[in-house]
């Protein structure tokens, strides 16, 4: 397996993360009072948002050829890094 194949398996591997991490964000939203309600819902659209960014990196990445890989690369690694960072803030304030 080369780079590339190891980064686009790392990339599912958290989207696919993510995604439960938003579901369980999900079912406290449903739990919560009305106004917090609207707040987790909030957030969650957030990070619905991010993690459709990173599907669209990824969907680059399948289909980028050897030259433009790295540029495409450095753009997965910043939209990784914002919703790694995104994710981690929501937890802290409703986890």
């Known amino acids: 397996m080369d780079e590339k194949q ?3 398996q790392k990339l599912d591997a958290k989207l ?10 999900r079912a406290k ?3 919560a009072s009305a106004d917090a309600k ?10 619905k948002k991010r993690r459709d960014e990173m599907e669209q990196q990824l969907e680059k990445l399948r ?4 030259a433009a890989w790295n540029d ?10 914002t919703m790694s ?3 981690k803030d929501a937890w802290r304030r409703f986890g």
Not at 63 to 66: G, H, Q, R, T
Request: no cysteine; glycine share 4%.
């Open 6 to 8: 190891a980064y686009q």
């Open 16 to 25: 696919d993360e993510w995604k439960a991490e938003i579901d369980k964000l």
């Open 29 to 31: 939203a449903d739990g």
């Open 38 to 47: 609207l707040q987790y819902e909030s957030q969650i659209e957030d990070l």
């Open 63 to 66: 289909n980028a050829n050897a």
């Open 72 to 81: 495409i690369k450095a753009g997965a690694d910043k939209a990784w890094e």
């Open 85 to 87: 960072d995104a994710m």
